[in-house]
């Protein structure tokens, strides 16, 4: 198998591999020296790369059993003293535009909501006022206030619910 051949099997599942590499070691530059271990092993025996039906899945199960080895293993004592206080407070990038994606797509249902249920979610969920001040502004009752806003949100969950399910059901 050639560099670029092997380059344009691994490449796509490489971050998978990472992913798993981190979940399981919690250190990044740990799980870094793992996904390199993986890909060098992988490079190595590129010769019987064509034996295994799916590659990415041995890739995968290389991965775990590489660092749970990791984790047994004496050096690793320390890895699990230093890191299991540890919390990364910031939100990853992927994290971060799915929120925003959310934020989005519930911007858009609410777009379609009936005039009445727009503004009663606005009022209430976005600017947060109360109950007896919404019925003010809108000269309502404070249970058709409840009940329509019961009524937006059972919407835009139900809509949201479907968009992020992608029509598996």
């Not at 890191?83 to 959310?102: G, I, M, P």
């Amino acid at each position: 198998m050639k560099q670029a051949d092997f380059v344009s099997l691994v490449m796509p599942f490489k971050d998978k591999v990472f992913r798993l590499a981190k979940r399981l070691l919690v250190s990044r530059e740990e799980a870094e020296d793992a996904t390199q271990e993986i890909l060098l092993k992988l490079w190595k025996n590129n010769n019987k790369i064509g034996d295994y039906k799916n590659v990415e899945a041995f890739s995968m199960t290389m991965t775990k059993n590489f660092c749970l080895d990791r984790l047994k293993s004496k050096q690793a004592q320390n890895l699990k003293i230093v890191h299991s206080n540890y919390t990364d407070n910031n939100a990853s990038l992927q994290h971060q535009v799915e929120a925003k994606d959310s934020v989005d797509w519930v911007s858009k249902i609410m777009e379609d909501l009936p005039e009445q249920q727009k503004i009663i979610v606005q009022l209430r969920d976005i600017e947060e006022y109360d109950y007896e001040d919404i019925a003010k502004m809108l000269d309502m009752n404070e249970t058709a206030i409840r009940v329509n806003l019961s009524r937006a949100r059972k919407t835009i969950r139900e809509k949201l619910t479907n968009t992020h399910q992608y029509g598996i059901k």
